[in-house]
């Protein structure tokens, strides 16, 4: 009877060495990076001297997380030369922003070029390490190497450790699990027990130490990483990691009692604990104790059947109940199971006719809106479709997230088109008023530079100028009286005319000489103002000449208006109608690229979804073996009691 149910059981310690693997996976696959790419954990400091305007422009928008803008804007500003006293902290703003949207060709063709430049080591390491991350993200983990290769001197401390870090996530995804624990193995010892970086390190070095041969070593770090007392949610996860790898591990080798300690640590509300109850129950299991494994697998078995933990439950309660003879009640939950495992797939069918129908995309797109595109995006809301539990696999692959980060990226610059194609409605609406104007504006223009020439005031200035020259030469005091001196003057000369008629009466005599001395101190005033007059008059004249020069500097713009104007006009109308060329053509494009990425991520989503049909395919026919051997065994029952009775 226990022979007959061995496929079964056999079956499903398989799925769980399957979750076994799926446990001991490197810890930043699920948890992200320790750092971030760019500067450092710590939010980057604005600068405190920029020189250029257009770069603290550029650098608005960085900071405010609003890359597009800011690499477009670097862009423009470096074409003009707008920036440069930042020539260089511009270039590498610039790649590290090409980094962010995951063009790391370019953005090292920018570092290269900054060190043939001559950049200082430590500027020029940072960019390297910068290119390393990012290529290891993307999966180029050849090109990784390469630029962690280059790396010539030792890194600031924390980026030091994320090398370390980074380094033995390449060599263990290449298999070399012997050179991921050497550079895993220094840095577990030198970093302080409870930092962040030292408790990553001890469980990729521990799993590393596990799949290089050395299971005792890495069960070791694996149970010191999972006995640390924390409060951060992402070490508490950390931690429920590493003591489900160590339980199944333990599993794997047949130590019940050790899987047992090491799963009973994990949380019941965390997102490992289905494993772990899973897990918890095979320990039982493995020690004859099938009442005991009942408890956890039947709490399991009630969960949301979205989780391959909760379907294998259900599968894994009947069979504890067939091992302790009572087959009717197995025989039932196998038949419920059945039925479960039906409904689910009915369900996953519904799911994939909704991401195929578009729903899915739509739904992350409209419930995680950005301003802009960019690499640092990512998903927090969760769309509404018919069963949203069968999202977390998909949603939780680093393919996923990518291809979706593209083909969101697609729609922004599908949407910065469209944008353009109005802007360059306006644009052209703008350059048609001008071109208006200027013809309306240009026949009074003329009119009004007919009737003013310029050559009549050119001829009074010099006339001026000579007439002061004169003055000046001959000091001609008289030159420069006032209405009230000449006025004076006048009135002398009118007495003078009249004295002189009256011949040598005494009376007249006096007159003459009142009339001298008044005379003379016209004269002498005169004279001591001249100098001041003098200046004054040289003052004008200039102030007449800057004048006229500047009229001739209208009239010369004027000129060169009537002539360069419509011309600019007109180039003006080829740019905008070669933008709006290159515009159109790259909107079917993008629209195409869009479309072909929309159907990649959707298909990546299906073919998750289909590997879950694909297990629940399995389930059903375990089940349905198991019930065929429940009833085979009730028919021999049957056939022994007649045999006896006869």
């Given at each position: 009877m226990?022979?007959?149910?061995?496929?079964i059981?056999?079956a499903?310690?398989?799925?769980?060495?399957?979750?076994?693997?799926?446990?001991?996976?490197?810890?930043?696959?699920?948890?992200?990076?320790?750092?971030?790419l760019?500067?450092?954990t710590?939010?980057?400091?604005?600068?405190?001297?920029?020189?250029?305007?257009?770069?603290?422009d550029?650098?608005?928008?960085?900071?405010?997380?609003?890359?597009?803008?800011?690499?477009?804007?670097?862009m423009?500003?470096?074409?003009?030369?707008?920036?440069?006293?930042?020539?260089d902290?511009?270039?590498?703003?610039?790649?590290?922003?090409f980094?962010?949207?995951?063009?790391?060709?370019?953005a090292?063709?920018?570092f290269a070029?900054?060190?043939?430049k001559g950049?200082?080591?430590?500027v020029?390491?940072?960019a390297?390490?910068?290119?390393?991350?990012?290529?290891?993200?993307?999966?180029?983990?050849?090109?990784?190497?390469?630029a962690?290769?280059r790396?010539?001197r030792?890194?600031?401390?924390?980026?030091?450790e994320?090398?370390?870090?980074?380094?033995a996530?390449?060599?263990?995804?290449?298999?070399d699990?012997?050179?991921?624990?050497?550079?895993?193995?220094?840095?577990?010892k030198?970093?302080?027990?409870?930092?962040?970086?030292?408790?990553?390190?001890?469980?990729?070095?521990?799993?590393?130490?596990?799949k290089?041969?050395?299971?005792?070593?890495?069960?070791a770090l694996?149970?010191?990483?999972?006995?640390?007392?924390?409060?951060?949610?992402?070490?508490r996860?950390?931690?429920?990691?590493?003591?489900?790898?160590?339980?199944?591990?333990?599993?794997?080798?047949?130590?019940?009692?050790d899987?047992?300690?090491s799963l009973?640590?994990?949380?019941?509300?965390?997102?490992?604990?289905?494993?772990?109850l899973?897990?918890?129950?095979?320990?039982?299991?493995?020690?004859?104790?099938?009442?005991?494994?009942?408890?956890p697998?039947?709490?399991?078995a009630?969960?949301?059947?979205?989780?391959?933990?909760?379907?294998?439950?259900?599968?894994?309660?009947?069979?504890?109940?067939?091992?302790l003879?009572a087959?009717?009640?197995?025989l039932?939950?196998?038949?419920?199971?059945?039925?479960?495992?039906?409904?689910?797939n009915?369900r996953?069918?519904?799911?994939?006719?909704a991401?195929?129908?578009?729903?899915?995309?739509?739904?992350?797109?409209e419930?995680?809106?950005?301003?802009?595109m960019?690499?640092?995006?990512?998903?927090?809301?969760?769309?509404?479709?018919?069963?949203?539990?069968?999202?977390?696999?998909?949603?939780?692959?680093?393919?996923?997230?990518?291809?979706?980060?593209?083909?969101r990226?697609?729609?922004?610059l599908a949407?910065?088109?469209?944008?353009?194609?109005?802007?360059?409605?306006v644009?052209?609406?703008?350059l048609?008023?001008?071109?208006?104007?200027?013809?309306?504006?240009?026949?009074?223009?003329?009119?009004?530079?007919?009737?003013i020439?310029?050559?009549?005031?050119?001829?009074?200035?010099?006339?001026?100028?000579?007439?002061?020259?004169?003055?000046?030469?001959?000091?001609?005091v008289?030159?420069?009286?006032?209405a009230?001196?000449r006025e004076?003057?006048?009135?002398?000369?009118s007495?003078?005319a009249?004295?002189e008629r009256?011949?040598?009466?005494?009376?007249?005599?006096?007159?003459?000489?009142?009339?001298?001395?008044a005379?003379g101190?016209?004269?002498?005033?005169?004279?001591?103002?001249?100098?001041?007059?003098l200046?004054?008059?040289?003052?004008n004249l200039?102030e007449?000449?800057?004048?006229?020069?500047?009229?001739?500097?209208?009239d010369?713009?004027?000129?060169?208006?009537?002539?360069?104007?419509?011309?600019?006009?007109?180039?003006f109308?080829?740019?905008?109608?070669?933008?709006?060329?290159?515009?159109k053509?790259?909107?079917?494009?993008?629209?195409?690229?869009?479309a072909?990425?929309?159907n990649?991520v959707?298909?990546?989503?299906?073919?998750?979804?289909?590997?879950?049909?694909?297990?629940?395919a399995?389930?059903?026919?375990?089940a349905?073996?198991?019930?065929?051997?429940?009833?085979?065994r009730?028919?021999?029952?049957k056939?022994?009691?007649?045999?006896?009775?006869?």
């Open positions: 226990r022979d007959g149910a061995h496929p059981r056999r499903l310690r398989l799925a769980a060495c399957v979750l076994a693997l799926a446990c001991a996976a490197p810890a930043h696959a699920q948890f992200g990076w320790v750092k971030s760019w500067p450092s710590k939010k980057p400091e604005p600068p405190t001297s920029v020189q250029d305007p257009h770069y603290g550029s650098l608005f928008y960085f900071y405010q997380g609003r890359y597009f803008s800011a690499v477009t804007n670097l423009v500003s470096q074409h003009f030369d707008r920036m440069p006293k930042h020539a902290e511009a270039e590498v703003l610039r790649g590290g922003l980094l962010s949207y995951g063009l790391h060709r370019e090292g063709e920018i070029k900054l060190i043939e950049a200082p080591p430590p020029r390491d940072r390297w390490f910068y290119l390393a991350k990012i290529r290891y993200q993307r999966g180029l983990h050849a090109q990784a190497e390469e962690l290769a790396i010539e030792s890194l600031p401390a924390d980026l030091q994320d090398r370390v870090l980074l380094q996530q390449l060599a263990m995804a290449r298999g699990y012997a050179g991921a624990a050497r550079a895993l193995d220094a840095l577990a030198s970093g302080k027990p409870g930092s962040d970086v030292a408790l990553y390190a001890r469980y990729n070095l521990g799993v590393a130490m596990i290089g041969g050395e299971a005792a070593k890495g069960a694996l149970d010191e990483v999972g006995r640390v007392p924390t409060g951060s949610e992402e070490f996860s950390l931690r429920d990691k590493a003591n489900v790898a160590l339980g199944f591990s333990a599993l794997q080798e047949d130590r019940a009692e899987a047992r300690r009973e640590r994990v949380r019941l509300t965390g997102m490992l604990a289905n494993k772990a899973l897990g918890f129950g095979w320990a039982a299991a493995s020690g004859k104790n099938l009442n005991a494994a009942l408890v697998w039947t709490e399991l009630q969960r949301d059947p979205s989780d391959a933990a909760v379907l294998e439950a259900k599968l894994a309660v009947p069979y504890a109940y067939a091992e003879g087959y009717g009640k197995a039932g939950l196998y038949q419920d199971a059945i039925g479960a495992f039906e409904q689910e009915a996953l069918d519904e799911s994939i006719a991401i195929r129908a578009g729903k899915l995309l739509a739904g992350l797109i419930r995680n809106p950005g301003e802009e960019g690499w640092f995006w990512n998903i927090e809301q969760l769309p509404e479709l018919p069963h949203s539990g069968h999202l977390a696999p998909v949603l939780a692959q680093h393919e996923f997230q990518e291809a979706f980060k593209n083909y990226d697609l729609l922004f949407r910065n088109l469209k944008q353009w194609e109005n802007s360059l409605d644009l052209r609406a703008m048609a008023n001008r071109r208006q104007a200027f013809a309306e504006r240009l026949p009074a223009v003329r009119e009004r530079e007919k009737s020439d310029l050559g009549i005031y050119d001829g009074k200035r010099n006339a001026l100028q000579a007439e002061l020259a004169r003055v000046e030469r001959e000091a001609d008289a030159a420069f009286a006032d009230r001196e004076l003057r006048a009135r002398i000369d007495v003078r009249i004295v009256g011949g040598n009466d005494p009376e007249i005599a006096a007159a003459r000489e009142r009339l001298r001395r005379a101190a016209l004269a002498w005033q005169q004279t001591q103002n001249f100098a001041d007059r200046w004054q008059a040289k003052k200039a007449l000449e800057r004048n006229l020069g500047e009229a001739h500097a209208r010369a713009a004027l000129q060169k208006a009537q002539r360069d104007e419509p011309a600019k006009l007109d180039a109308a080829a740019r905008i109608e070669a933008l709006a060329a290159r515009v053509a790259l909107q079917p494009r993008v629209a195409e690229l869009a072909a990425q929309q990649q959707q298909e990546l989503a299906v073919a998750e979804l289909a590997k879950q049909k694909e297990r629940l399995a389930y059903v026919s375990q349905r073996f198991a019930v065929a051997q429940i009833y085979d009730a028919n021999l029952a056939g022994d009691g007649g045999a006896a009775t006869r």
